[in-house]
């Protein structure tokens, strides 16, 4: 079974710095997708960016960028330029190709300080 | 825009109670999912389904039973609620899986279930 992990309960960043959060997973499939997710206080699940496994470029989506390495199983996210409306909860998600389910991390808690 | 409505988004119930959580999706999505969160151990699935009537386990389904008589419509049922069930429940939706890309999957806000 796979598994998530993000190791870093809570993180803090100033307002128009950058910040990375971390997450790595354990997998023995070769092709998978993997997400994060933001969860603002309101709680609505908002997808942040995905990326696919068998893509060697690391995805990017305005000020947020990933830095995927499938040998060492990491796929961290950075925010940069920091603003206000970035602070929530940021989960990482693995979805294999054969299934429909999503695994989660346990989440990591961002606050941006002005 | 995709909307996932789930419809009450905090109830308290009584141990014993029998509970209905419902959720409508308005993109034709033919998967949906029931998800609780809890702090510290993230998200984690209790059933999904990817047709009407059709339902698969997740990881933590015991005390739960779902329902989908109309695809748009997906329901999260508690037959006899208990204390440990207090939890944030989510509900998604997603189209089917193709198995050459990854599909997006879209949250409702969630629902705070507290069981006294």
């Known amino acids: 079974a796979q598994t998530v992990t993000q190791s870093q309960p809570e993180m803090s960043v100033q307002e128009a710095e950058t910040v990375t959060l971390s997450c790595t997973y354990d997998?023995?499939?070769?092709?998978?997708?993997l997400f994060w997710y933001k969860q603002p206080p309101s709680r609505q699940m908002i997808l942040v960016i995905r990326q696919e496994a068998y893509k060697q470029q690391n995805a990017t989506e305005n000020r947020f960028s990933v830095n995927f390495q499938k040998a060492a199983k990491s796929f961290s996210l950075k925010i940069s330029d920091s603003q206000l409306g970035d602070a929530a909860m940021y989960f990482c998600a693995y979805r294999s190709p054969y299934g429909n389910k999503l695994v989660f991390g346990a989440g990591t808690i961002l606050r941006v300080k002005s | 825009d995709v909307k996932v409505t789930q419809s009450s988004r905090y109830l308290v119930k009584r141990t014993g109670e029998k509970v209905f959580l419902e959720c409508v999706q308005d993109?034709?999505?033919?998967?949906m999912f029931w998800y609780r969160q809890d702090p510290g151990l993230g998200l984690r699935l209790i059933y999904f389904s990817y047709d009407v009537k059709m339902k698969e386990k997740g990881d933590i389904p015991e005390g739960y039973s779902v329902s989908r008589e109309k695809k748009e419509r997906f329901s999260l049922i508690l037959e006899s609620a208990s204390t440990n069930q207090t939890s944030m429940y989510l509900c998604?939706?997603?189209?089917?899986?193709?198995?050459?890309?990854?599909?997006?999957?879209?949250f409702g806000e969630g629902s705070w279930l507290t069981v006294v």
């Open positions: 993109m034709d999505h033919e998967n």
């Open positions: 998604a939706s997603s189209l089917w899986t193709d198995q050459s890309f990854g599909n997006t999957i879209y």
């Open positions: 997998t023995s499939e070769s092709d998978y997708y």
